[in-house]
């Protein structure tokens, strides 16, 4: 049987491991592997994908997936790859978060069956230490030079900022909890992002020096844009897995705008497809790269995947807007995404309802310079009312022309969009 790390190793998605002879082992041994994630935000965001994917994996090769949510460490943070302390959360702010998290992790993992994913809060062990328990219990195991040699905390030493002794305490955490989940699951190997490798192997220490066994410990590589920014970040805007807070339309289109490179190497490392069928996608894309093969696969297999096939009906619709397709079914806010980039104006809505010549729409936006320019574009065929052509200059827009109750699409030829909003009840 293969093993799962060859899998990884295929889809370029291990970093670094602590014992290459793990992927040998894993190839006729069961084992447990966890990954944290800290629910600072009631969703995760497409920079959480990569782990999530690699326990999906691990899931489908048949060993055990414990998912932890941190929600004593999420009260804390995590200094590793940050620059500054981030805000506190409440026992309250991050157990809604908890759920929210675990219903889009189901997207990727399955909680039933034979070998179900385990969804586990460090909270539960943590919280009832008392700090005489956790210096006696925990810290007498770590030494200040050991800590403060560790990479992200170096790097936040060094800094204008400083690391609080509540950041510097992350480490001694993370590190117990890979020992409680070795104790109380069997747990072996820890997952994380790059910037992890100094909390996982602190665990692995700790394991060690307490327990006398071996663990390990795999980085997934930090993906960055090329201005170097995280993976996920939009002008400083995360593509977030809850519909409500980025829509399937932007997330399709997030992945759909990726540069030809970028989107070929996601396909390995995003969607399930095995390695041959990408190979394939790929070489098609290199023979015709303006059809852009793989980010239509890539958008595609990605929105199913975390908005299932109704989101990606949505979103599929939504980019056919842009290129004259059927605007009907469409609600606010997609219309909106949609049309974020082109230029808007507002009419009282008295005016449409009393109905609105749609020569004095074209001419009061400024998509044509007179009436008589507005007539002779409508009856010339290049002006649209969303997206359905105008065939008559005396056409009035009414209420019934009203999509979600209070937009119309303009469009003069091909690409000159205008997004009227009525203002007013």
Partial sequence: MESVIHELEARRMIAQITDPALADRLRSEKAVIYIG??????????????????????????????????????????????????????????????????????????????????????????????????????????????????????????????????????????????????????????????????????????????????????????????????????????????????SPYQFYQFWFNQPDEDAKRFLYIFTFLNVEEIAAICAAHDEKPHERAAQKTLAAELTRTVHGAGGLEKALRASNALFGGALSGLGKTDLEDIFKDVPSSEVPRSRVQAGMPLVDLLTETGLCKSRGEARRFIDQGGVYLNNERAGDADRVAGAADLLADSIMVLRHGKKKYHLVRVAGQ
């Fill in 37 to 246: 994630f800290d629910p600072t935000a009631d969703s995760l965001h497409v920079g959480h994908m990569m782990p999530i994917i690699a326990l999906s994996h691990f899931q489908k090769y048949g060993h055990g997936v414990l998912c932890l949510v941190g929600g004593a460490t999420a009260m804390v943070g995590d200094p590793s790859g940050k620059s500054e302390e981030r805000n506190l959360l409440t026992l309250d702010q991050v157990a809604q978060n908890a759920r929210a998290v675990k219903a889009q992790l189901e997207r990727f993992l399955s909680f039933e069956g034979e070998n179900p994913a385990r969804m586990i809060d460090n909270n539960d062990w943590i919280s009832g230490m008392s700090f005489i328990d956790w210096l006696r219990d925990v810290g007498k195991h770590f030494t200040i030079n050991y800590m403060i040699s560790k990479e992200s905390v170096k790097k936040r030493l060094a800094s204008e900022q400083g690391i609080s002794f509540t950041e510097f305490s992350y480490m001694t955490m993370q590190a117990f909890d890979f020992l409680h989940l070795y104790d109380e699951h069997q747990c072996t190997i820890q997952g994380g992002g790059n910037d992890q490798w100094g909390n996982i192997t602190a665990g692995m220490d700790l394991i060690h020096k307490v327990r006398g066994s071996q663990a390990y410990g795999i980085t997934f590589p930090l993906l960055t844009t090329a201005s170097g920014e995280k993976f996920g970040k939009s002008e400083g805007n995360p593509v977030w897995l809850d519909p409500e807070r980025t």
